[in-house]
């Protein structure tokens, strides 16, 4: 309730200086608020810029101790691995995302026994990055077949459990896919490897610079509207997650991140669940390229971050995580 009135009130008072401000802060960021979005690419000795992504890099495989271990010296609690597959290993099924040795199988292995538990690894469940089409499952007609699909998510799923992965993170929007994914796991010793579902995704243009750097980008037949949400969508979003709940997922994403706070507040009231946000390439892109230009002052970062953790989500996937030194200061 809001009492008093000016002039005796003066809400202005705890603002008159910074030790004032700090005092009753509400909201605040620290490194356990965020997770590290990493790109992997073939080849030695490469850390490759992504054009339409300032200061976000693609690394070789030979180059991922040195970021995972600025990424633990930084106190992040988790990475997510993203691979950019060449193309001549996609194909029309995204058999790739079965072999146990493509980039992300060969990352975790190298992470895991090397920095054992003292950082958390996730995966992408999702066929994207290894498909000809770009699109996250089997396509059939232009379409994108839900139970064929979930079939190979499931061995995707497991074998990354297998080589060491801690937290799966289905991006594909199939229906049933949370389920038919923990049935397995559990069935294969791995009822502790954890699942976060993104279950809230919507078909947007802001994951634009993203299929730049995992290589999708001129491959993309069409859009993805027939399996991600519609943007126009809000209590469509407590149903996805409802369902997610039942199926077995221990956290949920929503995504993008920035022009759906409301949706990430929705389900936090809604759900006692984990509630994660994902800052997009597109919304990194749009503010990065503006500081660049001067358009704008590198605060809008922090503002937009805290917004997030405003709207209250637990973490933030973000291309800024290995940075935040510099920005939240
Ligand atoms: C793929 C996937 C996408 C992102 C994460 N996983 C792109 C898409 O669905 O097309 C987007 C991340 C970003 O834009 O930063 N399933």
């Given at each position: 309730m809001i009492t008093g009135k000016y002039p005796s009130l003066r809400l202005r008072r705890n603002r008159k200086s910074s030790w004032a401000r700090r005092l009753i802060q509400e909201n605040n960021l620290t490194p356990n608020d965020f997770i590290l979005p990493i790109f992997l690419i073939d080849g030695k000795n490469k850390k490759l810029p992504i054009k339409t992504m300032p200061d976000v890099y693609r690394y070789s495989l030979d180059k991922l101790n040195y970021v995972v271990e600025k990424a633990i010296k930084k106190g992040l609690p988790m990475i997510a691995l993203f691979p950019n597959t060449e193309k001549k290993k996609k194909n029309e099924i995204g058999s790739e995302a079965l072999n146990e040795d493509n980039l992300v199988c060969r990352a975790i292995q190298m992470i895991k026994k090397r920095f054992k538990n003292e950082i958390g690894i996730m995966c992408d469940v999702a066929l994207d990055p290894y498909t000809s089409h770009g699109h996250d499952g089997i396509l059939k007609n232009r379409y994108v077949l839900n139970d064929e699909t979930i079939k190979v998510l499931i061995k995707q799923s497991l074998i990354q459990a297998e080589m060491g992965c801690d937290v799966l993170a289905p991006s594909d929007m199939m229906d049933g896919r949370i389920g038919e994914i923990r049935k397995t796991l559990d069935k294969n010793g791995?009822?502790?490897?954890?699942i976060l579902s993104y279950a809230v995704k919507y078909a947007s243009s802001f994951y634009g610079p993203f299929r730049d750097a995992v290589g999708s980008k001129g491959l993309l037949k069409g859009n993805k509207k027939n399996y991600q949400m519609d943007f126009r969508n809000n209590t469509e979003a407590l149903r996805e997650v409802a369902l997610d709940i039942k199926e077995g997922a221990d956290m949920v994403m929503v995504k993008p991140g920035l022009p759906y706070l409301d949706i990430i507040k929705l389900v936090k009231e809604n759900f006692k669940i984990p509630v994660m946000a994902y800052q997009v390439s597109g919304e990194y892109s749009l503010l990065s390229s503006a500081i660049k230009k001067g358009l704008i002052d590198k605060e809008v970062i922090l503002e937009s971050l805290i917004s997030f953790k405003r709207a209250g989500a637990n973490a933030i996937v973000s291309y800024y995580a290995d940075r935040l030194d510099e920005i939240v200061k």
């Amino acid at each position: 309730m809001i009492t008093g009135k000016y002039p005796s009130l003066r809400l202005r008072r705890n603002r008159k200086s910074s030790w004032a401000r700090r005092l009753i802060q509400e909201n605040n960021l620290t490194p356990n608020d965020f997770i590290l979005p990493i790109f992997l690419i073939d080849g030695k000795n490469k850390k490759l810029p992504i054009k339409t992504m300032p200061d976000v890099y693609r690394y070789s495989l030979d180059k991922l101790n040195y970021v995972v271990e600025k990424a633990i010296k930084k106190g992040l609690p988790m990475i997510a691995l993203f691979p950019n597959t060449e193309k001549k290993k996609k194909n029309e099924i995204g058999s790739e995302a079965l072999n146990e040795d493509n980039l992300v199988c060969r990352a975790i292995q190298m992470i895991k026994k090397r920095f054992k538990n003292e950082i958390g690894i996730m995966c992408d469940v999702a066929l994207d990055p290894y498909t000809s089409h770009g699109h996250d499952g089997i396509l059939k007609n232009r379409y994108v077949l839900n139970d064929e699909t979930i079939k190979v998510l499931i061995k995707q799923s497991l074998i990354q459990a297998e080589m060491g992965c801690d937290v799966l993170a289905p991006s594909d929007m199939m229906d049933g896919r949370i389920g038919e994914i923990r049935k397995t796991l559990d069935k294969n010793g791995f009822e502790m490897t954890q699942i976060l579902s993104y279950a809230v995704k919507y078909a947007s243009s802001f994951y634009g610079p993203f299929r730049d750097a995992v290589g999708s980008k001129g491959l993309l037949k069409g859009n993805k509207k027939n399996y991600q949400m519609d943007f126009r969508n809000n209590t469509e979003a407590l149903r996805e997650v409802a369902l997610d709940i039942k199926e077995g997922a221990d956290m949920v994403m929503v995504k993008p991140g920035l022009p759906y706070l409301d949706i990430i507040k929705l389900v936090k009231e809604n759900f006692k669940i984990p509630v994660m946000a994902y800052q997009v390439s597109g919304e990194y892109s749009l503010l990065s390229s503006a500081i660049k230009k001067g358009l704008i002052d590198k605060e809008v970062i922090l503002e937009s971050l805290i917004s997030f953790k405003r709207a209250g989500a637990n973490a933030i996937v973000s291309y800024y995580a290995d940075r935040l030194d510099e920005i939240v200061k």
